[in-house]
């Protein structure tokens, strides 16, 4: 079955600092990952996916089929990074379903 | 010019009562969703709609049912109501033809009292 794991509930780290927000994901076949983001009172809204190889805000992820994993990173956090993120799945044969992650509240302190 | 909207965006209720939420989408997208945000943020699908078609169906009570009068609305009626259901609904719609992207409305905050 398709999973995807994010192994922290809530991550904390102070300004400047950097950021890493682990996902694994299990899929046999080519899966296509996707990072979503939940600011504070604010809808869900896509923040990158792994076929666009682009950075967003700052984050960057790359998709790593040997390990399979597809962490977010940023080099420098900022204080409006502070929110839920959600890693997600989306599958061939999948039904255009997106299996979301358990989501990591990214916390950053001045 | 909201892209998915939601109504009503809170609703409180007694254990028991039956109560719809209502989703449309006008960026023209053909499939719709229904997700369900527990109270530990877990995002679990519920429902998926094709143009009017139901095409994904998960382990979800009966006491749920979707409805889709046109492939611009989702609306999820709920019977029955249990001190469970209580969660954010959130309704998002994708172009299949597109990235991708799921778009999502703002939620739809369900407490059960």
């Known amino acids: 079955a398709q999973r995807v794991t994010q192994p922290e509930k809530l991550l904390s780290v102070f300004k400047g600092a950097p950021v890493e927000l682990k996902c694994n994901y299990s899929y046999s076949g080519s899966p296509e990952l996707f990072w979503y983001v939940q600011y504070s009172r604010q809808r869900l809204q896509l923040l990158l996916r792994h076929i666009s190889r682009e950075s967003i805000k700052g984050f960057t992820a790359d998709l790593n089929k040997g390990e399979t994993s597809f962490h977010l990173k940023k080099p420098f956090a900022q204080e409006e990074d502070s929110a839920m993120y959600y890693c997600?799945?989306?599958?061939?044969?999948?039904?255009?379903?997106?299996?979301f992650g358990t989501g990591t509240q990214l916390k950053v302190e001045l | 010019d909201t892209a998915v909207s939601q109504t009503p965006k809170y609703l409180v209720t007694q254990m028991g009562n039956d109560k719809s939420i209502k989703c449309e989408q006008n960026l023209g997208h053909d499939t719709m969703y229904w997700y369900k945000q527990d109270s530990k943020k877990f995002l679990k699908i519920m429902f998926s709609?094709?143009?009017?078609?139901?095409?994904i169906n998960e382990t979800v009570p009966n006491r749920f049912s979707p409805k889709s009068p046109d492939k611009a609305h989702l609306n999820l009626h709920i019977n029955s109501l249990e001190l469970g259901d209580s969660a954010v609904y959130f309704c998002a719609s994708r172009n299949n033809r597109g990235t991708g992207e799921l778009f999502f409305g703002e939620g739809s905050r369900l407490t059960v009292l």
């Open positions: 997600a799945l989306g599958f061939t044969g999948g039904g255009n379903k997106l299996t």
């Open positions: 709609y094709n143009n009017k078609e139901l095409i």
